[in-house]
């Protein structure tokens, strides 16, 4: 982007810009305020207000000293811990899972391997140890996209890992419900469950709640599908999903929640158990999205390699490949594997509703007939 240049100004031209100045004799009038104006409608004023409108977030930027760091953006986390993991909720990654080879050695997940040496967090997906947790501290996780949050009880003192929300930091006291309403909830309630109650004193940032007791229009993530299992949706930065609608069984006073309604980022409208577990709030580091690498090197750092376009193989190695100049033969696209890459073949195809269902033998086929 062209800066503008800075032009001086002639003798003539200073001479006539200090007669339209003002000297320091000058009255100015100070603007009128009411009595009652509050300190927030004060620092919002017109008189106050900044030359320039910070909006939106800012990425970390580098002086472009080098060709790695010129295109270098990273989103602003100063509040990450600056040690070593907690070493017993952590074991080496190691083995084929590095190169994205299965128990038998094949390549599964393509365009895996290398990279710096790294621990996998075992992280507490489901959450089912009542009580209260302090989080110690907000950790960086190489293995994942959003932020760990290290938990202590305030009962037992063990440790674990959970996904950290956005706005979670150290010293905050977090809580699971899964196990039940905690009696002395109940008796600040009057021993009464009230709904707009107890939402009110249980759907706070980081707790985590069954799904039946989590209020309408509220963002969470973590959201598990059956009772008893972990979380499966929302778990990756900057992810939630909304509770829309809770479906009630019975009649007259007897109605209970069976299942619950949720909408995804994507759009997609998904029911859940009633006694599925799910985070309040959004999950961490919403700005992973804009952060750039830099250079090839960084993405080799991740255990990221190279991608190689089909139209740049031979025509032995992909169905793009081959030909002289710039041609992929006048075919529609495909993948390596020759499956159509574009037309929705992998994400709108239908699936044979007859090829999964069990056809069941009639009771009297086969069977003679007595003789009377």
Request: glycine residues 10%.
């Amino acid at each position: 982007m062209l800066q503008p240049r800075i032009r001086h100004i002639c003798h003539q031209c200073r001479s006539l810009l200090s007669s339209t100045r003002r000297s320091y004799a000058t009255v100015v009038e100070q603007p009128v305020r009411s009595a009652t104006t509050t300190q927030d409608a004060m620092a919002f004023s017109p008189s106050s207000a900044p030359m320039r409108k910070q909006a939106g977030f800012q990425l970390k930027t580098y002086k472009p000293r080098t060709p790695g760091v010129r295109h270098l953006k990273r989103p602003i986390n100063d509040h990450l811990w600056k040690g070593k993991p907690y070493l017993k909720l952590t074991f080496a990654k190691v083995g084929h899972g590095k190169g994205g080879r299965n128990n038998s050695g094949r390549v599964t997940m393509r365009h895996r391997g290398g990279g710096a040496r790294r621990r996998v967090r075992t992280v507490d997906y489901l959450r089912a140890a009542p009580g209260k947790h302090i989080v110690e501290r907000i950790e960086y996780d190489p293995n994942r996209s959003a932020h760990l949050a290290l938990v202590e009880s305030i009962k037992t003192k063990e440790k674990s890992y959970i996904i950290a929300s956005e706005g979670m930091r150290a010293g905050d006291v977090v809580e699971s419900f899964l196990a039940g309403i905690p009696s002395d909830l109940m008796k600040s309630m009057g021993g009464v469950m009230d709904p707009g109650m107890l939402a009110a004193k249980t759907a706070f940032r980081g707790n985590c709640l069954p799904m039946h007791m989590v209020p309408l229009g509220t963002q969470v993530y973590c959201v598990g599908s059956t009772p008893g299992k972990g979380a499966v949706f929302c778990r990756s930065a900057g992810t939630y999903a909304t509770v829309i609608a809770k479906d009630e069984g019975g009649s007259g006073s007897k109605k209970k929640v069976r299942d619950v309604t949720v909408r995804l980022q994507s759009g997609e409208v998904r029911k859940v158990a009633k006694d599925a577990c799910a985070t309040i709030g959004v999950a961490s580091n919403p700005h992973w999205q804009f952060r750039q690498l830099g250079k090839a090197g960084r993405s080799r750092w991740l255990n990221i390699r190279p991608t190689v376009r089909g139209l740049a193989m031979n025509a032995a190695d992909h169905a793009h490949g081959g030909g002289r100049g710039k041609s992929k033969g006048n075919v529609h696209p495909v993948s390596i594997w020759g499956t159509p890459a574009k037309s929705g073949y992998k994400t709108r195809r239908k699936r044979n509703p007859n090829k999964y269902v069990v056809q069941e033998r009639p009771r009297n086929q086969g069977r003679r007939k007595r003789d009377n």
